[in-house]
């Protein structure tokens, strides 16, 4: 939606630019003070709102247990200091042109014909190349590299659960497994270069552009066909926004379609590169592995009546403690179901995959 702002948001100023005007002292003041400033914090906020998506995928796959990071509050919050934040920092903007009203000095005849209200720029306060370089520095290169680097550890993290996750297979699922994660990691790693350059083709080049245009080139060739390659990569990047965020993953298609249709959401999305298994293929029970390994030792020692016996007396006693539990007020299920966490680099046999 963002984007789609972005877009409609130019179209008033591109006419402006091919003198395609409204006349009137009302259109003036909205193509000197409001047109640019709007348009460059609506393309700023999509910028932030690309990095908030990557920094989501980011937490999802390296720090997938970090629930309230990713809640929707929290993205309503991001959302609005996007907004919020952008619209502050382009604020200062509307300040560079000025409307001057020339009805004085044009001939009465030629008012039909020539608009009285000239739109220019206004003599630059010395502080004003220091704001824009800052907020060219905020707006557009700051955000390159986070998403540079977000993008770049999403993929660091990937590779190791992938090895980790390998490691813990058998022997006759690894070839399998092996295959269909290369293929996954490949479109991963081309979908996040692809990203990142695209990123950096389109959106680098407007920050020098931003600083630079002025009335005084106006005539200057080289700098106006620099200036219209420069606009069309960046509406071209707003444009395919959706399609790299949205469109390209099987999931988020799944939930546009249920949102058009107005379904409901049965299965939830999994991020790009976000390992599929879920949070209690990588948790167990403290209270049944237990038992389940001093079953286990009883039958390596033979399986005598003395180690079954041991093993009941030790299970009638968990479960009498957890009756003693109840008693004292805590729930019998926070014993039973207490869950740890299997650390990364902790070695899991596909004994315990099983018990898990």
Not at 343 to 354: A, H, L, M, Y
Request: proline share 4%; with cysteine.
């Amino acid at each position: 939606m963002t984007d789609l702002l972005t877009q409609f948001s130019v179209i008033p100023m591109i006419m402006w630019l091919l003198d395609i005007r409204a006349c009137s002292k009302t259109s003036a003041f909205f193509y000197a003070h409001i047109g640019f400033p709007l348009a460059n914090a609506l393309m700023g906020s999509s910028v932030w709102i690309v990095v908030f998506l990557t920094l989501s995928q980011y937490m999802a796959v390296c720090k997938p247990f970090a629930y309230g990071l990713r809640s929707r509050k929290i993205c309503y919050v991001l959302f609005a200091l996007a907004y919020m934040f952008n619209f502050c920092i382009y604020a200062p903007w509307a300040v560079k042109k000025n409307v001057h009203d020339i009805s004085d000095l044009v001939p009465e005849s030629f008012l039909v014909s020539v608009c009285p209200y000239v739109v220019c720029d206004a003599k630059r306060p010395d502080w004003f190349v220091i704001y824009e370089t800052a907020r060219e520095l905020i707006s557009r290169i700051f955000p390159f590299f986070l998403v540079a680097f977000l993008n770049v550890k999403i993929l660091i993290t990937y590779r190791n659960t992938k090895r980790d996750r390998m490691e813990r297979l058998a022997n006759s699922q690894k070839k399998f497994m092996f295959e269909k994660s290369e293929k996954e990691e490949k479109r991963l790693f081309i979908l996040l270069f692809a990203i990142v350059i695209v990123f950096f083709v389109c959106t680098i080049p407007a920050a020098p552009l931003t600083i630079l245009v002025a009335d005084t080139k106006n005539n200057n060739v080289g700098f106006q066909i620099f200036r219209a390659v420069v606009n069309l990569l960046e509406f071209t990047k707003f444009a395919m926004n959706f399609y790299f965020y949205c469109l390209i993953n099987p999931d988020i298609r799944s939930i546009c379609a249920h949102v058009i249709t107005c379904k409901k959401i049965t299965k939830p999305a999994r991020v790009k590169g976000q390992p599929t298994t879920p949070l209690s293929m990588y948790t167990r029970s403290t209270k049944n592995s237990t038992i389940r390994d001093a079953h286990k030792n009883g039958e390596k020692r033979g399986g005598s009546d003395s180690d079954s016996k041991k093993f009941e007396d030790s299970r009638n006693s968990s479960l009498k403690s957890g009756k003693d539990s109840v008693r004292r007020g805590v729930p019998a299920d926070t014993l039973i179901e207490k869950l740890t966490v299997i650390k990364e680099n902790e070695s899991v046999t596909s004994e315990t995959g099983d018990h898990v």
